[in-house]
Nanobody
Framework: QVQLVESGGGLVQPGDSLRVSCAAS????????MAWFRQAPGKEREFVAG????????AYTDSVEGRFTISRDNAVITMYLQMNRLKPEDTALYYC????????????????WGRGTQVTVSS
């Protein structure tokens, strides 16, 4: 059974950095991608960044391009999201997800989800 566990969220000030992690287990796909989504109160869940697991190819939504970096460690099947120059509008519950195949930005295209880790950016 696939399990995804996020960690590393917290309360930071605008301009600070934070790294969140997603530890995965039970993935049996031969070819898969993982992604970070986020959901702010009253808003829909949105794609943040994704990574094709074996090639390392990445994709980002425009609002985080140049500030966030997605990466993975295949030895421990863990995905990371390094977030720099954080803004109040980055405040959200951050989820990781996995799907068979290449990176997609649509929520319903993902098969498994974690429970999320809260990131709050406030002065």
């Amino acid at each position: 059974q696939v399990q995804l566990v996020e960690s590393g969220g917290g309360l930071v000030q605008p301009g600070d950095s934070l790294r969140v992690s997603c530890a995965a287990s039970g993935i049996t796909y031969n070819y898969y991608s993982m992604a970070w989504f986020r959901q702010a109160p009253g808003k829909e869940r949105e794609f943040v960044a994704g990574i094709e697991w074996y090639s390392g190819a990445t994709a980002y939504t425009d609002s985080v391009e140049g500030r966030f970096t997605i990466s993975r460690d295949n030895a421990v099947i863990t995905m990371y999201l390094q977030m720099n120059r954080l803004k109040p509008e980055d405040t959200a519950l951050y989820y990781c997800a996995v799907r068979r195949g290449m990176v997609r930005s649509i929520v319903r295209d993902y098969d498994y989800w974690g429970r999320g880790t809260q990131v709050t950016v406030s002065s």
